[in-house]
Antibody
């Protein structure tokens, strides 16, 4: 059974870099039919797609975040990661990693709440 | 980018009643729309993909329909565990993948 687990700091200072990792178990990140994505959800609000990547390194980013966003993959650890620079309070959200199949998210991590505050 | 607008924002119903949730796209999304259910404190769960295909394990009381710009999620007879927030999402033109703002189904 596929499982995804987000990890990283729950508190980040304004202007610093938010770094999160998603560890995939019960399946391989080198699947040829899946992308791996990040989605976030500010408290009490809706879902926002952040970006998606293929294990080969191909990435697709939300244009609104592209200048601050880097996604990467470590196939040896079956992990993929997100880095978001110059964060502000507007980046406070629950961050989810998920497996993307045909453009839909069919398996999700439990999510991690990241608060941007000094 | 395809903008998805969900209505109503809140749907107040009782167990056993039928729920009809709407998702309207700003331009054609073909049939490439999914529906997710999210309960408090949990990640979203994929219910329906490609407008009308139920994900494995999803009860038959959930059904989806629509194409082009108008999509509907129907819950034929609400069970207590169905009270949640529902989001639609399109993958027809991506990036970006976009979500609707959500509909809360409450008692």
């Amino acid at each position: 059974q596929l499982q995804l687990q987000e990890s990283g700091p729950g508190l980040v200072k304004p202007s610093e870099t938010l770094s999160l990792t998603c560890t995939v178990s019960g399946g391989s990140i080198t699947s040829s039919i899946h992308y791996w994505g990040w989605i976030r959800q500010p408290p009490g609000k809706g879902l926002e797609w952040i970006g998606s990547m293929f294990y080969s390194g191909t990435t697709h980013y939300n244009a609104s975040l592209k200048s601050r966003l880097t996604m990467s993959v470590d196939t040896s650890k079956n992990q993929f990661s997100l880095k978001l620079t110059s964060v502000t309070a507007a980046d406070t959200a629950a961050y989810y990693c998920a497996r993307q199949w045909r453009g839909y998210f069919d398996n999700w991590g439990q999510g991690i709440l990241v608060i941007v505050s000094s | 980018e395809i903008v998805l607008t969900q209505s109503p924002a809140t749907l107040s119903l009782s167990p056993g009643e039928r729920a009809t949730l709407s998702c309207r796209a700003s331009e054609s999304a073909s049939s490439y729309v999914a529906w997710y259910q999210q309960k408090p404190g949990q990640a979203p769960r994929l219910l329906i993909y490609d407008s009308s295909h139920r994900e494995t394990g999803v009860p038959a009381r959930f059904s989806g329909s629509g194409s082009g710009t108008d999509f509907t999620l129907t819950i034929s007879s609400l069970e207590p565990e169905d009270f949640a927030v529902y989001f639609c999402q399109q993958r027809h033109r991506w990036p970006p993948l976009t979500f609707g703002g959500g509909t809360k189904v409450e008692i």
